[in-house]
């Protein structure tokens, strides 16, 4: 397996064009990548990357060599994946990320369950409100919410959430419930803003007569970690945007009451992202139908304010 490892790494180094990454994604060291990369060269007795301090490039050599290496590992995966699917028993390890809020609510509490169904595999999850760098981070897939930029990634779109305005009945009481986004402006509310590199949380669309209008809100806090903003919201320090999912049992409690209801927000995409060749391993095919599944059921099951 040594020369398919090999191959593996020139794969992974070419198309991220740099070793460190290759080997982070590999989940191995830049100087075992250096030295695969060596006895490949070695082998064929040709330079497959020219490399400086600052920049590795693919020689001629390597772009050519690149386009049979890839038919050559997709080939041993469809094999392997055939033999896993035939046998019915996949296993491994997955890499998965999640924003906070659906991670918390949604993914985490699908884990133990796919690992009660599937006892061979093994799951590893990271939460983070903040972006993550799929391919350059070794992930399998990552579940993300919002809306997409252009990415190289596979995409697989799971459900539509609904979203609500909301706010504690305190803060209500003291400083009044809006009606719509231009009471939500015009008296001055405090809204609590989801935001760092990269967020359009401090911008929120919300759906009015005349069709979708932006409103750039603003407020006394700011945070990059959502639950925090709900934890505020609970003690009357203003108003949150959420996916319902996030809040629905402090709505239906009365914990948290929604506004702005003349002008409500629109939904949030939730998608699945992966590597485009990672979906062709049979396990994390398999985690992603099974959580997937869960989730629509979950989002499907909270209805809208």
């Not at 050599?61 to 386009?67: C, E, T």
């Not at 409690?253 to 995409?269: E, F, I, K, R």
Request: glycine letters at 8%.
């Amino acid at each position: 397996m040594s020369y398919v490892n090999n191959l593996r790494m020139f794969v992974r180094v070419h198309e991220l064009g740099s070793m460190s990454a290759a080997a982070r994604d590999q989940r191995t060291s830049p100087a075992v990548a250096s030295s695969r990369i060596a006895e490949l060269e070695k082998h064929l007795g040709v330079r497959l990357f020219n490399r400086t301090t600052r920049s590795l490039h693919a020689t001629e050599s390597g772009r050519i060599f690149y386009d049979g290496a890839l038919k050559v590992l997709e080939a041993i995966e469809a094999a392997e994946a055939a033999v896993v699917d035939a046998t019915r028993n996949p296993r491994g390890t997955i890499f998965v990320a999640a924003p906070l809020g659906l991670g918390r609510r949604l993914i985490a509490p699908a884990v133990p369950a796919f690992k009660d169904a599937y006892p061979d595999i093994d799951v590893r999850l990271r939460l983070s409100d903040r972006g993550i760098d799929v391919i350059g981070e070794g992930l399998d897939l990552a579940f993300h919410l919002g809306r997409l930029e252009d990415s190289a990634l596979k995409v697989r779109q799971i459900a539509d959430c609904p979203r609500v305005l909301c706010a504690a009945p305190a803060y209500l009481a003291r400083r009044g419930t809006p009606r719509d986004g231009e009471a939500l402006l015009a008296e001055g509310h405090d809204c609590l803003n989801l935001r760092f590199p990269g967020a359009r949380e401090f911008q929120w669309h919300l759906q009015t007569p005349e069709g979708v209008k932006r409103y750039s809100i603003s407020g006394p806090f700011e945070s990059d970690d959502g639950d925090v903003l709900t934890g505020w919201a609970l003690d009357g320090r203003g108003i949150i945007l959420k996916p319902m999912f996030e809040v629905a049992d402090h709505l239906r409690s009365g914990a948290l009451v929604p506004v702005a209801t003349a002008t409500p927000p629109l939904p949030v995409s939730l998608s699945l992202l992966t590597p485009h060749r990672r979906l062709r391993d049979p396990k994390i095919r398999l985690f992603s139908d099974f959580v997937a599944t869960r989730c629509r059921s979950a989002i499907q099951t909270e209805g809208t304010p």
